[in-house]
């Protein structure tokens, strides 16, 4: 490949490099993908939800044909957990809505599906090669305009498209970001477990290819802020949990040793009872988000997914930004391409394009959603226990009056040094409100925000 010129180069097949190679590729643009994995896929890791509108704007009916995606169970019920020591509160929705074509989600095994996504991109004429890493970006007048591999070769290009995941050398080469700091990304480790198909049907109350999803919150992290999942697969069940960097170092807990307390909660242990691990892995993903996101684009360089912080920890996606940003991106190379120019000013069209949508929006308005809650530990710690207790008691038959029960519930809840100190903090029913409503105004001050992202 040395001294090859391209008019694209994408680094990364993870979902939005192989995203925006599909595009490119449909529009006659001359692109090709460099991965360091052995396959696509092969060093990716995710909880494995996969939402059908993104994808479906960039393979139309995925889900059909002669060659449909490789999906494991369409998701009809989702659940959030708030877990004590022995106990859990559940909230959770089903619908028959979700059942029609197309779904809302699915569960996938990544390795498979990434392969299968990256096919479809050759099919449709981009170049994929395996097993390159690079090293760094070559400049011309300031100007980016290819990159180095570890092999040697230098691959020129109009513009450079970094997916290279959360700790992007491009975006470090380029002089858009430093490494990322342990409180701006988190660290995630997941078990795949065997289970019998017919198990996990009458496990978890599912009809067929149904699917459903558990997200878990309190106990399982030990005061640190992150969150558990379960979700159903065809045969086996991804079972993960993760946390910030900066809490992991601060405990002294290890991933792994979290991962094993989780899986002998009592809530949990009859859901994976008889399972085998057949794959462990773990995973850095981005926490900043809004407030960490680098500049986007360069002379001859954009940033997206994973790269770029575009992740939404609030409601756990991801892989649905990262496949927007790359479709987008895109479209501005494209655009860039008839024009003729591929400088920055050309290439800013592509923050345009991502305010438009969706992601940025979602991005601003829960920029400050964590920090909110780092600031008060007790959320994490005294709160699952405090709402477990209530709801034991409220629930439990023992010959008291509902008043008395009621009574006795509310006196030990204000009672409670947490719940003093969240009133004392402000965080009432009227802030609470007002983090909705400050959402639904930072959609409108998003408009007009002059920031640089």
């Known amino acids: 490949m040395a001294e090859e010129k391209f008019d694209a180069i994408i680094v990364g097949a993870g979902p939005a490099g192989v995203s925006a190679a599909i595009v490119l590729a449909k529009a006659g643009i001359n692109a090709v993908v460099l991965e360091r994995g052995e396959y696509p896929g092969a060093k990716n890791v995710q909880g494995g939800i996969l939402y059908t509108k993104m994808l479906d ?13 490789p999906l494991e169970r369409y998701i009809t019920e989702q659940k959030i957990m708030l877990l004590s020591k022995d106990s859990a509160i559940h909230i959770g929705y089903k619908s028959d809505k979700w059942k029609g ?12 599906f990434d392969r299968w996504y990256a096919k479809k991109a050759e099919s449709l004429g981009a170049q994929i090669y395996t097993g390159v890493t690079v090293r760094s970006l070559i400049k011309q007048n300031g100007k980016i305009c290819g990159v180095k591999t570890s092999e040697g070769d230098e691959l020129l290009a109009d513009v450079v498209i970094a997916c290279d995941g959360v700790n992007s050398i491009l975006a470090q080469s380029a002089g858009l970001i430093d490494e990322w700091r342990p409180e701006e990304v988190a660290l ?16 978890f109350c599912l009809d067929g290819n149904e699917g459903t999803t558990f997200e878990m919150f309190g106990k399982i992290t030990e005061g640190m802020l992150g969150y558990g999942f379960l979700y159903t697969n065809k045969e086996t069940l991804s079972l993960g949990v993760g946390c910030k960097v900066s809490h992991f170092q601060k405990t002294g807990i290890t991933p792994y040793d979290l991962l094993e307390n989780m899986k002998q909660h ?34 001859g360089f954009l940033v997206a997914g994973d790269a770029a912080q ?19 991106a895109a479209e501005t190379v494209v655009e860039a391409k008839n024009k003729g120019d591929f400088s920055s000013r050309a290439l800013s069209s592509y923050q345009k394009k991502l305010r438009q949508s969706f992601i940025m929006p979602d991005l601003f308005d829960h920029k400050d959603l964590e920090e909110e809650i780092e600031s008060r530990p007790e959320l994490l710690t005294d709160l699952p226990e405090i709402v477990s207790q209530a709801a034991y008691e409220y629930f439990n038959v023992d010959g008291r009056s509902k008043r008395e029960v009621q009574s006795a519930i509310l006196k030990r809840v204000f009672r409670h040094r947490a719940v003093r100190n969240l009133i004392k903090s402000e965080l009432t029913f009227k802030n609470v409100m007002g983090l ?17 992202n």
């Open 101 to 112: 074509e197309p779904h809302n989600c699915y569960s996938i095994v990544r390795v498979h």
């Open 57 to 69: 704007e960039i393979i139309p009916e995925f889900w059909k044909g002669t060659d449909p995606a």
């Open 436 to 452: 909705f409503k400050g959402a639904v105004k930072g959609a409108f001050k998003f408009k007009s925000l002059a920031k640089g």
């Open 310 to 328: 575009m992740v939404n920890p609030s409601h756990r996606e991801g892989s649905n930004l990262a496949m927007t940003a790359g479709k987008l």
């Open 266 to 299: 009592p809530i949990l242990k009859p859901l994976i009872r008889g399972t085998k691990t057949v794959e462990y892995s773990g995973h850095l993903i981005p926490e900043g988000g809004y407030n960490s996101m680098p500049p986007l684009y360069a002379d």
């Open 188 to 203: 995630a480790v997941k078990e795949t477990l065997e289970l019998e198909k017919e198990k996990i049907e009458e496990r």
